[in-house]
C-alpha cells in the first residue's frame, strides 16, 4: 500500500509532513470502506494514527487545494501532445440542518427545482485524447445578497409603459463589450486568472466550454477578458441574423443586420453535413451570424434533426467566439463538457461529496475537494489497474483495496507467514468479494 504514499510525495512542497501523513490515511481508509464518507467512518478504516481526533484535525486545516491538484496532474495524469479544453460546471449537493456554511437554496437539475444545499463551482481540464474530465479547482458558490434578493421567475412582471415609434431623442450607441459582470462571472474570472497563473503556460489553453446558462454577451466578454474562447450553447430561439451585405459595393450603408435565420428553412449554402440514421435526418449547419444583444459576430453551429416518419423537428444552436473554429471542433468539444458530470457522479457516489456533515467553512472545503482529489486519484489507480483487469471500475478498485486491507489484518493475526501459494489464494479470493468483473489470475500481493 505504500504505492499511495508515492503518488502523494509531489504534494510535499505545499504541505507539511503530518498533513502529508494523514491525507495518506484518509486516502487508504477511503479506498478500502464501505458505508457513508464522514470524518466518523474514515476514522473507523484507518486504523492506528487515524484516531476521530486526527480527523478533525485535518478537516479544519487550511489546504492549498488548487495547487495540489495541478502537482498531481502535472506529475501523475498529464500526456503530453495532448489537447486539452478548460470547461466549467456547478454541483449541487442537498442538506439539510441550518448551520453549514453556505447552507442556501440552489437549482438542482437532477430534480428540476431549487433544493437546499450546498453548491461547488468546478474548473476542470479535458483531455480531447482520453475523453475524460480533470478536476482542477473547486470553490463553494456563497449567495451574494443581490443574488439573494433578486426577483423569482414566477414573480409577476409588470408591463413596461408604451413608448411611441423610433428612437428615443438623445440615446446613443452602447458599447457592449463593456458589460458589468454578475458576481457568479467575477467568481469564475478569478478562477481561471488563478489557474492561469499556476499552469504558468504550461498548457496552452484557448477555449472555455460552459453549458447553455452561460449563452450570454456577459459570459462571452467575461471569456474574452482572460484571453479564451467560449464554447457554449444558445437558447432554441434565439433571434440571429445574417450580416447585411448591400449589392452596391460603393453604397454608405450603416445597415448592419441582414435577414432573420428562419430554423425550418435554413438556407443549403450554410449546409456542412447530412445524415440518416434509425429514420432520423441530421442537418449541420455553420455560418457566422449576429445577435442583436452579443457585441461580436458569432460562430453558429445548428444541427436540425428531423424524424422522417413523422416530421417532427427539434433543432439545437452552439456558438463559439472564435470565428475561424470548424463545426467538428465545436461539436466535439461542446459533448466533452459532459465529461464534467461523471465527476460529480463519482464524487457522490463513492468519494463523500453527498455525505459528509462537516459545518464550518475550511471544513467544508476540505471535504468537497478531497472528493474531487480522489476522483484524479482513482482516475490514475485505474490506468494501473486495468493493465490486468481490463473494464474494471472504481467498485472493482475499491473492492481490491478492500480485500487488500482484511488481507493485511489476518496476516498481523497469524503466529508465521503462510506459504506463498497459500497466500496468493487467500489474497485473491478476499480481493474479489464484492467485485463487478472477474478477477485476473495475474493478481500478486504486493
Request: aromatic share 10%; hydrophobic share 40%; glycine share 4%.
Amino acid at each position: 500500500m505504500s504505492d499511495i504514499l508515492s503518488l502523494l510525495q509531489c504534494l510535499l512542497p505545499q504541505i507539511n509532513a503530518t498533513t502529508m501523513r494523514q491525507l495518506n490515511q484518509i486516502i487508504l481508509a477511503m479506498l478500502a470502506m464501505s458505508g457513508r464518507v464522514t470524518m466518523l467512518g474514515i476514522s473507523r478504516w484507518a486504523g492506528t494514527g487515524g484516531s476521530y481526533r486526527t480527523m478533525l484535525r485535518f478537516f479544519h486545516t487550511v489546504i492549498p487545494w488548487a495547487t495540489l491538484f495541478w502537482l498531481f496532474f502535472r506529475k501523475h495524469l498529464f500526456r503530453t501532445n495532448e489537447v486539452y479544453l478548460l470547461a466549467g460546471d456547478e454541483v449541487v449537493i442537498s442538506k439539510s440542518g441550518k448551520q453549514t456554511y453556505g447552507l442556501d437554496r440552489f437549482f438542482s437539475s437532477l430534480v428540476s427545482k431549487p433544493i437546499l444545499g450546498l453548491s461547488f463551482f468546478t474548473l476542470s481540464l479535458v483531455s480531447v485524447e482520453r475523453r475524460h474530465s480533470f478536476p482542477i479547482q473547486i470553490e463553494q458558490v456563497i449567495k451574494s445578497d443581490v443574488e439573494k434578493s433578486s426577483v423569482s421567475p414566477k414573480t409577476e412582471i409588470k408591463p413596461k409603459e408604451k413608448r411611441g415609434r423610433g428612437r428615443p431623442k438623445g440615446s446613443k450607441n452602447k458599447n457592449k463589450t463593456e458589460v458589468i459582470l454578475t458576481s457568479e462571472l467575477l467568481r469564475i474570472k478569478k478562477m481561471i486568472n488563478e489557474q492561469v497563473l499556476l499552469i504558468a503556460n504550461f498548457i496552452p489553453l484557448t477555449y472555455l466550454v460552459l453549458d447553455g446558462h452561460f449563452g450570454n454577451n456577459n459570459a462571452l466578454q467575461m471569456v474574452r477578458q482572460v484571453n479564451l474562447h467560449i464554447i457554449s450553447k444558445l437558447r432554441h430561439d434565439s433571434a440571429l441574423y445574417i450580416p447585411y451585405q448591400h449589392p452596391d459595393s460603393n453604397s454608405r450603408s450603416r445597415r448592419k443586420y441582414g435577414d432573420k435565420i428562419d430554423y425550418c428553412n435554413i438556407s443549403d449554402k450554410y449546409l456542412c453535413k447530412s445524415t440518416i440514421e434509425d429514420d432520423i435526418k441530421t442537418d449541420i449547419y455553420q455560418a457566422t451570424l449576429l445577435h442583436k444583444e452579443f457585441a461580436q459576430a458569432l460562430n453558429i453551429v445548428i444541427l436540425v434533426k428531423t424524424n422522417l416518419k413523422t416530421n417532427a423537428r427539434s433543432h439545437v444552436i452552439l456558438f463559439s467566439s472564435d470565428l475561424k473554429l470548424s463545426y467538428e471542433k465545436i461539436i466535439d468539444y461542446y459533448k466533452l463538457r459532459f465529461q464534467i458530470e461523471f465527476n460529480f457522479r463519482d464524487a457522490k457516489q463513492f468519494w463523500g461529496l453527498e455525505d459528509f456533515m462537516n459545518l464550518s467553512q475550511t471544513a467544508v472545503t476540505n471535504a468537497a475537494n478531497l472528493a474531487f482529489f480522489m476522483v484524479n486519484l482513482s482516475h490514475h489507480l485505474l490506468a494501473d489497474f486495468r493493465q490486468h483487469n481490463p473494464d474494471s471500475g472504481i467498485i472493482d478498485l475499491k473492492a481490491y483495496y478492500r480485500g487488500f486491507r482484511y488481507v493485511h489484518e489476518i496476516l498481523k493475526m497469524l503466529p508465521e507467514m503462510p506459504e506463498p501459494i497459500l497466500l496468493t489464494q487467500i489474497f485473491v479470493k478476499l480481493t474479489s468479494l464484492g467485485r463487478i468483473h472477474p478477477v485476473s489470475t495475474g493478481i500478486e500481493p504486493s
